[in-house]
């Protein structure tokens, strides 16, 4: 499964951008999806996830209220809107796929096998 995210770049603190994990060719209602990131220095932490046969969404506490997972089976395609963002989302955003493992909000990075390249989101005035 090749994963692709895009939509990154450079917005001020308060700013939205929405962010894109496409997976060209692949049934991707058949997989869970989760969004990642990382920023310098620190561990990757999960940020939210999206069940793909039943449709469960769920957020790390630090974004819960201000991003959404969405997906467009159709155009295998999952999407995380970002909104009222903070210097403290700086990061890179990946995304990454595998089954039945979007379960609560513990979105572990060594859960997932299949991993798009990342793209850097910065927050800053």
């Known amino acids: 499964v090749q994963l692709q995210a895009s939509g990154g770049g450079l917005v001020q603190p308060g700013g939205s951008l929405r962010l894109s994990c496409a997976a060209p060719?692949?049934?991707?209602?058949?997989?869970?999806i989760g969004w990642f990131r990382q920023a310098p220095g620190k561990e990757r932490e999960g940020v939210s996830c999206s069940g793909g046969s039943d449709g469960s969404k769920y957020y790390a506490d630090s974004v819960k209220g201000r991003f959404t997972i969405s997906r467009d089976n159709a155009k295998s395609t999952v999407y995380l809107q970002m909104n009222s963002l903070k210097p403290e989302d700086t990061a890179v955003y990946y995304c990454?796929?595998?089954?039945?493992?979007?379960?609560?909000?513990?979105?572990?990075?060594?859960?997932?096998?299949?991993w798009g390249q990342g793209t850097q989101v910065t927050v800053s005035s």
């Open positions: 990454a796929a595998d089954y039945g493992i979007c379960h609560n909000s513990a979105i572990i990075p060594s859960d997932y096998e299949y």
């Open positions: 060719g692949v049934t991707l209602g058949y997989y869970d």
